[in-house]
C-alpha cells in the first residue's frame, strides 16, 4: 500500500447540501448550472466567494484571489449523476437539491446487451465536452472535476434492487453490468484527467490538501451488501481501476466501513479511504495501517448537536484513527440550518489536536 502523507496536517473540509446555498443565498441547482458554461463561472465565482465571506476566518475556505474561472464540475456540491445519465437514465434537476438519478429499471435483455459507453456518439458526453470547450476558448483552460460515482452505485441506478438479485442468482449478468460500468468509468476519468489534471476533488475536497491527482470511487451502495459479497464480486473492479487510476482511494460513506476494510486492504496501491460516521474508526486503522483515513462527521447531528457534543464526538474520532499525518476530518451535505458555531467547533477541535503534535 503506497504511503500517503498529507500536505496539510490532518486537513478540514465542508461541503454544503444545495439546499443550504438556496436558502441561505438563493443559488439554483437547475441543469443549467451543470451543463451551461457561463452559469458554471458564475456560480463557481459566487460560491467562492460566499464560502471566503463566511468562513475564511476559520482558514478552510481562504482564497487569496478571487477571480472568474472555467471550473468543469460542481466542486463545492456532493453530486453524482453523469455516468448514469450518459447510461440513459433520466435525471431529476431542482433548484434546492443535487441531481436525483431517475433509476432505468433495465430488463435483462438489456443488461445482457450493455455496451460501455460510446463517447463520441453518446448525447450527454458531447454536451459535457460541447461545454469544456467552450471554457477553454474562453480561459485557454479548464480545471475542477465530475464526480464519477462508483460500480454498484451506477448498478443500482440502471438495474434497480434487481441487481442483487443478479449477483445471487445470475452472477454472469452481474459481472456484465459491472464490467460495463468500470470500464465506462476508466474512460471518462481519463478523458477528465487530460483536460483539467484532477477527478475527484468533487468527490471529497479532502484530496485537494493531500494530493489532488488522487481519483476516488464512490462505494456509497456497498453499505448494503455482505463482506462476502464485496470479496466475491466487487472487489475485482476495485482491484481493477487502481490498477488503471493511480493514486486510488475508496470513498465509504456508510456506518459500517469497518466490516469492509478487510477486503478494501486487498485493494493494491489503495492509498485513501473515506470512513462513513458510525463506522469503527480503530478497526478500520488496524486493516489499514498505512492508508490516509478520512472521518466523515454526521451532516445530521451537526444541525442539532451542541458544540461541546461535537468537540467530543470529533476527539473520540481523532483518538481512534491514532495516525494524525494519515488523517483527515470532514462533514459533508451539511443542511441549510447547519449552525456555524458547531463548523467552529470541529475547526477548534482539530485546531486543538495539531498542537500536540507540531509542539517544538
Given at each position: 500500500?503506497?504511503?500517503?502523507?498529507?500536505?496539510?496536517?490532518?486537513?478540514?473540509a465542508?461541503?454544503?447540501?444545495?439546499?443550504?446555498?438556496?436558502?441561505?443565498?438563493?443559488?439554483?441547482?437547475?441543469?443549467?448550472?451543470?451543463?451551461?458554461?457561463?452559469?458554471?463561472?458564475?456560480?463557481?465565482?459566487?460560491m467562492?466567494?460566499?464560502?471566503?465571506?463566511?468562513?475564511?476566518?476559520?482558514?478552510?475556505?481562504?482564497?487569496?484571489?478571487?477571480?472568474?474561472?472555467?471550473?468543469?464540475?460542481?466542486?463545492?456540491?456532493?453530486?453524482?449523476?453523469?455516468?448514469?445519465?450518459?447510461?440513459?437514465?433520466?435525471?431529476?434537476?431542482?433548484?434546492?437539491?443535487?441531481p436525483?438519478?431517475?433509476?432505468?429499471?433495465?430488463?435483462?435483455?438489456?443488461?445482457d446487451?450493455?455496451?460501455?459507453?460510446?463517447?463520441?456518439?453518446?448525447?450527454?458526453f458531447?454536451?459535457?465536452?460541447?461545454?469544456?470547450?467552450?471554457?477553454?476558448?474562453?480561459?485557454?483552460?479548464?480545471?475542477?472535476?465530475?464526480?464519477?460515482?462508483?460500480v454498484?452505485?451506477?448498478?443500482?441506478?440502471?438495474?434497480?434492487?434487481?441487481?442483487?438479485?443478479?449477483?445471487?442468482?445470475?452472477?454472469?449478468?452481474?459481472?456484465?453490468?459491472?464490467?460495463?460500468?468500470?470500464?465506462?468509468?476508466?474512460?471518462?476519468?481519463?478523458?477528465?484527467?487530460?483536460?483539467?489534471?484532477?477527478?475527484?476533488?468533487?468527490?471529497?475536497?479532502?484530496?485537494?490538501?493531500?494530493?489532488?491527482?488522487?481519483n476516488?470511487?464512490?462505494?456509497?451502495?456497498?453499505?448494503?451488501?455482505?463482506?462476502?459479497?464485496?470479496?466475491?464480486?466487487?472487489?475485482?473492479?476495485?482491484?481493477?481501476?487502481?490498477?488503471?487510476?493511480?493514486?486510488?482511494g475508496?470513498?465509504?460513506?456508510?456506518?459500517?466501513?469497518?466490516?469492509?476494510?478487510?477486503?478494501?486492504?486487498?485493494?493494491?496501491k489503495?492509498?485513501?479511504?473515506?470512513?462513513?460516521?458510525?463506522?469503527?474508526?480503530?478497526?478500520?486503522?488496524?486493516?489499514?495501517?498505512?492508508?490516509?483515513?478520512?472521518?466523515?462527521?454526521?451532516?445530521?447531528?451537526?444541525?442539532?448537536?451542541?458544540?461541546?457534543?461535537?468537540?467530543?464526538?470529533?476527539?473520540?474520532?481523532?483518538?481512534?484513527?491514532?495516525?494524525?499525518?494519515?488523517?483527515?476530518?470532514?462533514?459533508?451535505?451539511?443542511?441549510?440550518?447547519?449552525?456555524d458555531?458547531?463548523?467552529?467547533?470541529?475547526?477548534?477541535?482539530?485546531n486543538?489536536?495539531?498542537?500536540?503534535?507540531?509542539?517544538?
Amino acid at each position: 500500500m503506497n504511503r500517503l502523507k498529507s500536505n496539510t496536517f490532518l486537513p478540514v473540509a465542508f461541503v454544503f447540501h444545495p439546499e443550504w446555498w438556496h436558502k441561505n443565498y438563493g443559488l439554483s441547482f437547475e441543469r443549467e448550472f451543470f451543463y451551461d458554461p457561463d452559469t458554471r463561472v458564475e456560480a463557481d465565482l459566487e460560491m467562492r466567494k460566499i464560502l471566503d465571506e463566511r468562513f475564511g476566518r476559520y482558514h478552510i475556505a481562504k482564497e487569496t484571489n478571487i477571480e472568474p474561472r472555467p471550473c468543469i464540475g460542481a466542486v463545492h456540491l456532493a453530486a453524482g449523476y453523469i455516468i448514469s445519465e450518459m447510461f440513459g437514465c433520466d435525471i431529476k434537476f431542482s433548484k434546492d437539491s443535487s441531481p436525483q438519478v431517475i433509476t432505468k429499471n433495465m430488463t435483462d435483455e438489456e443488461v445482457d446487451q450493455i455496451e460501455p459507453i460510446n463517447f463520441t456518439e453518446n448525447k450527454t458526453f458531447q454536451e459535457l465536452k460541447g461545454m469544456i470547450e467552450r471554457l477553454k476558448g474562453r480561459f485557454g483552460y479548464v480545471i475542477g472535476d465530475i464526480n464519477w460515482q462508483g460500480v454498484l452505485n451506477v448498478a443500482l441506478d440502471l438495474r434497480g434492487d434487481r441487481i442483487f438479485i443478479d449477483m445471487m442468482q445470475n452472477q454472469g449478468r452481474a459481472r456484465r453490468l459491472f464490467s460495463t460500468i468500470t470500464e465506462t468509468i476508466k474512460g471518462f476519468v481519463s478523458y477528465i484527467r487530460s483536460e483539467t489534471g484532477t477527478s475527484s476533488i468533487s468527490v471529497n475536497r479532502t484530496i485537494k490538501f493531500i494530493n489532488p491527482k488522487l481519483n476516488l470511487h464512490s462505494n456509497c451502495s456497498v453499505v448494503m451488501i455482505s463482506p462476502d459479497m464485496y470479496q466475491d464480486l466487487l472487489l475485482d473492479y476495485d482491484m481493477e481501476l487502481s490498477q488503471a487510476l493511480q493514486p486510488y482511494g475508496i470513498h465509504h460513506c456508510g456506518n459500517n466501513m469497518h466490516i469492509h476494510a478487510e477486503g478494501y486492504a486487498k485493494v493494491p496501491k489503495a492509498s485513501f479511504f473515506d470512513v462513513g460516521w458510525g463506522s469503527d474508526i480503530s478497526l478500520c486503522r488496524q486493516k489499514l495501517p498505512e492508508a490516509f483515513l478520512n472521518l466523515r462527521y454526521d451532516p445530521v447531528k451537526i444541525r442539532q448537536a451542541q458544540p461541546d457534543e461535537v468537540r467530543a464526538d470529533i476527539q473520540e474520532m481523532l483518538e481512534q484513527s491514532t495516525n494524525p499525518e494519515r488523517t483527515g476530518v470532514c462533514c459533508i451535505n451539511m443542511g441549510w440550518d447547519v449552525p456555524d458555531e458547531n463548523i467552529r467547533a470541529i475547526v477548534d477541535t482539530v485546531n486543538e489536536y495539531r498542537k500536540q503534535f507540531t509542539k517544538h
